[in-house]
């Protein structure tokens, strides 16, 4: 991780400007933003498992570093496996909440949230700069549906929210481990699909995006096979881009280098004891 903080200013030093990065020397032990997310909120509690995603090492500027310690107690979420979450609490309000897993810069979630006010997002990524990124845009967007999560979401779904309490989950250009002995750290498996279906109200839409061909294809079926999922198109296949998910800067690059960007929408099935009656 970046060693880079929000340094206190002294006299004759000029400020800043926005966006550029500041180092700052800890101590050892010093936690990196006192007021804002942990390096490792759930640490030695849970077993150790394969993990779907490695964190980044980049540099947090300035504006980043800034949003996380003055907004991270606000709107930000450790994710820590110890409490279960009242999302009414933790939003103020009753809205539907979309859980979205791996945001980026959160440039898209920002947009997402601000055209759709009457539904909640929280956003779990572990990449520090855009937690602060995100932190920084719903600040000044005035998104009060946005929560930043900080932490592995596996450990959310299982340790952290109430069976059916979830309206959506959006899953977008995850990690896609090309390389075929790295293919089961690809998130979408089995095991997790049965664990999201769990927290997921039915009639919630899981929507899957990725550039990469080869792990749409596995996503397809994947989502095809599991009986709690069906596709929201009655032929089957992909779906067309929805418009409420904007089309990003990394996904506008790939589409420029020929990729094919496949987006996935399956729906949550009614419980199996419900269909029963």
Not at 186 to 193: D, S
Not at 259 to 275: K, M, P
């Amino acid at each position: 991780m970046s060693d880079s903080l929000n340094a206190p200013e002294t006299p004759g030093t000029p400020s800043p400007a926005p966006g550029v990065s500041l180092r700052h020397s800890r101590a050892k032990g010093e936690p990196r933003f006192p007021d804002g997310p942990k390096a490792d909120p759930a640490g030695s509690h849970f077993e150790r498992r394969i993990r779907s995603f490695q964190p980044r090492r980049s540099r947090v500027t300035a504006g980043q570093a800034d949003a996380l310690q003055r907004l991270w107690p606000k709107w930000g979420l450790d994710i820590d496996g110890r409490r279960v979450i009242d999302l009414a609490e933790l939003f103020g309000n009753d809205n539907p909440v979309v859980l979205e897993i791996g945001f980026g810069m959160g440039e898209a979630t920002a947009r997402m949230a601000a055209a759709d006010p009457g539904t909640n997002i929280l956003a779990v990524d572990v990449h520090t700069p855009g937690q602060g990124n995100l932190l920084n845009l719903a600040d000044r967007d005035g998104l009060a549906n946005v929560r930043v999560g900080n932490g592995d979401a596996i450990i959310l779904l299982r340790e952290m929210l109430a069976p059916d309490s979830l309206d959506g989950l959006r899953v977008y250009f995850p990690d896609p481990w090309p390389k075929k002995r790295h293919h089961k750290r690809r998130l979408i498996q089995p095991e997790f699909l049965g664990l999201a279906a769990a927290r997921l109200r039915p009639g919630a839409v899981v929507h899957c995006a990725t550039d990469w061909e080869p792990y749409a294809g596995q996503m397809l079926d994947v989502l095809t096979a599991h009986p709690d999922f069906e596709n929201t198109r009655p032929e089957g296949g992909f779906a067309p881009r929805p418009a409420f998910r904007p089309l990003t800067r990394f996904e506008g690059q790939g589409l420029d280098k020929g990729h094919v960007v496949n987006d996935l929408l399956f729906r949550r099935v009614q419980h199996r004891e419900q269909q029963r009656r």
